[in-house]
């Protein structure tokens, strides 16, 4: 189902059921799973893979090359998994050889309008990005992170799982997994707790990530400190091994 005023390079892949909208560009390299609509105006670059179901609005820009002065046209890619929405104006860059030469978007994620995603970026599954939400390059998103609108993210930072930022955020530095960031720059403004409670976390496991983050943030607690407390809580508290593992390691520190 390709409108006729398409342009669809004859070396791009596109599985049964794709519909391609009016004026809309497909470039060389491109994989598009089946089911997967794309608006009209949009242009995609390749090398560019998009699975299976996804949704993408006009004007929206993939697979172009990274925002770097350093690239020099290496053959980097990007990958979009399955049944994402992704809405109008959103620009999504290749990768560099600087990095591993991929931006990653997962699957069912949540993408409105004017977001951008630069190069070497690797986005999870189940995120939602409010409008206008920014990533330099090289940020990683962890599962089910709630980017607010407006919010920049500076390159190498890294956003854990089940975080939440509010409008207007400016992320210098790491956002722990389930901690709510707000701010210019940012803060931590407690846990996620009622996105916890939607995603079905039990309520013992959501006052156990409360006293940990008392532990990381109110306890005068140096950050290795810190970790040690948490690395012994998570014998007892599942939940509180993917913080852990997050304080381990990264190259900006963390919001506190």
């Given at each position: 189902m390709i409108h006729p005023t398409a342009i669809v390079s004859p070396k791009a892949k596109l599985s049964d059921g794709v519909e391609i909208g009016a004026f809309t560009v497909i470039g060389d390299h491109v994989e598009i799973g089946s089911g997967t609509k794309i608006g009209s105006h949009a242009v995609i670059d390749g090398p560019t893979i998009i699975g299976k179901d996804n949704t993408v609005s006009p004007f929206?820009?993939?697979?172009?090359p990274p925002q770097d002065?350093?690239?020099?046209?290496?053959?980097?890619?990007l990958e979009i998994g399955d049944r994402n929405t992704i809405r109008e104006f959103c620009t999504f860059n290749r990768g560099t050889s600087q990095d591993v030469g991929v931006t990653r978007v997962g699957n069912d994620n949540w993408i409105m309008a004017y977001v951008h995603i630069a190069h070497d970026c690797q986005v999870g599954n189940h995120t939602i990005f409010a409008n206008n939400?920014?990533?330099?390059?090289?940020v990683h998103v962890g599962d089910w992170a709630i980017l607010?609108?407006?919010t920049v993210v500076h390159q190498f930072v890294r956003i854990g799982a089940h975080s939440l930022t509010a409008m207007g955020t400016i992320l210098l530095q790491d956002l722990p997994p389930y901690v709510t960031a707000a701010g210019n720059t940012a803060s931590p403004f407690g846990i996620n707790s009622e996105g916890l409670k939607r995603r079905g976390f039990e309520p013992k496991a959501i006052v156990e990530i409360k006293a940990a983050y008392k532990t990381l943030y109110k306890a005068g607690l140096s950050l290795e400190a810190a970790r040690q407390q948490l690395l012994e809580q998570q014998q007892s508290v599942p939940e509180l091994a993917?913080?852990?593992e997050f304080l381990k390691s990264g190259k900006r520190g963390i919001i506190r």
């Open positions: 929206t820009s993939l697979g172009a002065k350093k690239y020099a046209g290496e053959a980097t890619r939400a920014q990533l330099a390059g090289h607010g609108g407006f993917i913080l852990a």
